[in-house]
């Protein structure tokens, strides 16, 4: 069992910057891919980043391509999601979700609130 608590949401002017975290308990957190996703007002869920286990192979959806870096640090059981250049359509409530084989993901954290202001 993994657990899920997404943090570092917040408002911010378009152009900014913000950097979502996702603390996960479980001492076998480092063999799970993780990936973010996020919900806009009305709109499905949808993929923005993942990556691997080392976090050495990393995929992200082409609207967040060259803003958004995911990143890892299985010591501290902790993924990151850096996001540049912000843009209001990136508002969303952003999750934070963990996977023991790639693509299917079974746990969920409850979300951060982004909001990016024009």
């Known amino acids: 069992q993994v657990q899920l608590v997404e943090s570092g949401g917040g408002l911010v002017q378009a152009g900014g910057s913000l950097r979502l975290s996702c603390a996960a308990s479980?001492?076998?957190?480092?063999?799970?891919?993780a990936g973010w996703f996020r919900q806009a007002p009305g709109k499905e869920r949808e993929f923005v980043a993942r990556t691997n286990w080392s976090g050495g192979s990393t995929y992200y959806a082409d609207s967040v391509k060259g803003r958004f870096t995911i990143s890892r640090n299985n010591a501290r059981n902790t993924v990151y999601l850096q996001m540049n250049s912000l843009k209001p359509e990136d508002t969303a409530v952003y999750y934070c979700a963990a996977a023991r084989i790639e693509n299917d993901y079974r746990y969920w954290g409850l979300g951060t609130q982004v909001t990016v202001s024009s």
């Open positions: 479980g001492r076998t957190f480092s063999r799970y891919f």
